[in-house]
């Protein structure tokens, strides 16, 4: 579904991506790890078509992305950004109806099936009850869930998620990334999300890719990647990894010292 190759990517002189390489299956959620200011959110961008690679290839559906105009991008390709990104004017529903306008025709009205898909994307982001709210009313977890409903609206097949669960509480953290699994399995849809925490990278991942200063520096099964001899290499940090009880998932703690 998603195709990536020999991506560099730079902003003026400065080399953000070097020569990157993945994909993404149907069916598959690949999470891509790495330190702040390792290009995790240049390579969203680059996947979703905002960025000109230097040079590289990126293919949705096998489709060259800079083959396609934006309104064929937009029903490939959704992408629920890290920033909040909405109007406070804008009602929820609004909001996530901003999904479907790739499908719109020329006069912008949307049709009986575009509302119907906005109440499914509402319903399943528990953001019905939400819908006639202003943006500027909602928390950002709130909003966060509207930009993720604005996506699924777009009945795309490759959905990029950049650090989705900022903002959220523990429990949302783990209402959406169960739902993006979900939705991942039923659609057949191609996921590449961009994320900071590594035991909710375990636990929903299938596999993991692991930037560091633009380049990957391993990939695989969450349990190749998370070990202690990539992460230290990564992020300068001792950590000890274990098998969860009863998943057997690696777990990922930091190692701290103590005043003894």
Not at 72 to 89: D, E, T
Not at 141 to 170: I, Y
Not at 227 to 234: K, N, S, T, W
């Amino acid at each position: 579904m998603l195709e990536i190759t020999n991506l560099t990517v730079a902003y003026g002189r400065r080399i953000v991506l070097h020569s990157v390489s993945l994909s993404v299956a149907e069916g598959e959620i690949l999470a891509l790890i790495g330190p702040n200011g390792s290009g995790k959110t240049t390579l969203i961008r680059a996947a979703s078509g905002v960025i000109a690679p230097r040079s590289g290839e990126i293919l949705a559906g096998g489709h060259p992305l800079t083959r396609l105009s934006p309104a064929q991008r937009a029903r490939r390709i959704a992408v629920v950004p890290q920033a909040r990104q909405l109007g406070g004017a804008f009602t929820v529903e609004q909001a996530v109806m901003l999904g479907r306008t790739a499908y719109m025709g020329w006069l912008g009205r949307a049709g009986e099936s575009d509302h119907q898909i906005v109440q499914q994307a509402l319903e399943q982001t528990q953001l019905t009850a939400f819908a006639m709210r202003k943006i500027a009313q909602l928390s950002g977890g709130e909003q966060q869930r509207v930009l993720l409903a604005r996506a699924l609206a777009q009945s795309t097949p490759v959905l990029l998620l950049d650090e989705p669960t900022n903002h959220l509480d523990l429990n949302h953290q783990v209402q959406l990334l169960s739902l993006v699994r979900r939705l991942c399995r039923q659609r057949g849809l191609a996921v590449l999300m961009a994320m900071h925490d590594l035991n909710l990278v375990s636990a929903f991942a299938d596999r993991v890719a692991l930037l560091v200063a633009g380049r990957i520096l391993t990939s695989g099964l969450p349990s190749e990647v998370l070990r202690p001899e990539h992460i230290a290499a990564a992020y300068q940090a001792r950590v000890e990894v274990i098998p969860h009880p009863l998943s057997g998932l690696p777990l990922v703690f930091p190692e701290i010292e103590t005043d003894e």
